[in-house]
Each structure stands twice: as C-alpha cells, then as structure tokens.
Nanobody, 124 residues
Framework: QVQLVESGGGLVQAGGSLRLSCTVS????????MGWFRQAPGKEREFVVA????????YYSDSVKGRFTISRDNAKKTVDLQMNSLKPEDTAVYYC?????????????????WGQGTQVTVSS
C-alpha cells in the first residue's frame, strides 16, 4: 500500500515563503514520477510542478516558474516544494501525487497515488 502524506502548509503573507514536504511509504519510491498539484476554491485542480524518478528532469507551470522549486530525496522517500515570493493567487490546497510509471507530468490523470492535501493560504 502506497501512502503519501503532505506537510508544511500554513498561512503566510504575500512575498513570504513556505516549504511543503511529501513523505511516501512503499518500496518503489525511486521509480516514481512525483508531482504537486493544487486546487483553489471553485476551481479545477491544476498542475504546479513535477520531477522525474531520478530527479534529473523537472517541470513547472508558467505561474510558478522562477518562484517554486521541487526536489526529491530518494533515500528518505520525500519530495519537497520550496515556494518563494508567494502571491495571494497561490492560495489553494496542495496535493502530492505519485506515478508508478512514466506519466505526462502535467496531466493529473496519469498519477496513481495522491496525498490528502495541505492548505496554503497567502494573505495580501
């Protein structure tokens, strides 16, 4: 059974930073593509960032490029999202996702496992 647990969300002022972490149970973490998605109230879930299984390739949405950084530690089975220069429009529930095989990283449909989500609120 694969479980994903996010942590690190909270309330921050615009311009501030937060670091989200996702811890994954299971033996195959190093083979997973990992992604972060977010969903704001009344909006569809959207892609934020993803990273390949060996960490060699990263993918960013245009809205977060240059502000957010994804990283992974295969030994610790964690994937982190460093969020800087946060804006009120970044407010959403952030979800960690894992794909057991190659996935189109920006498409939520290809991910096999999801966390429960963590709230990020950015005040203006």
């Amino acid at each position: 059974q694969v479980q994903l647990v996010e942590s690190g969300g909270g309330l921050v002022q615009a311009g501030g930073s937060l670091r989200l972490s996702c811890t994954v149970s299971g033996r195959s973490f190093s083979s997973y593509y990992m992604g972060w998605f977010r969903q704001a109230p009344g909006k569809e879930r959207e892609f934020v960032v993803a990273i390949s299984n060996n960490g060699g390739t990263t993918y960013y949405s245009d809205s977060v490029k240059g502000r957010f950084t994804i990283s992974r530690d295969n030994a610790k089975k964690t994937v982190d999202l460093q969020m800087n220069s946060l804006k009120p429009e970044d407010t959403a529930v952030y979800y960690c996702a894992a794909a057991a095989s190659y996935v189109r990283p920006r498409s939520s449909g290809g991910y096999d496992y999801w966390g429960q989500g963590t709230q990020v609120t950015v005040s203006s």
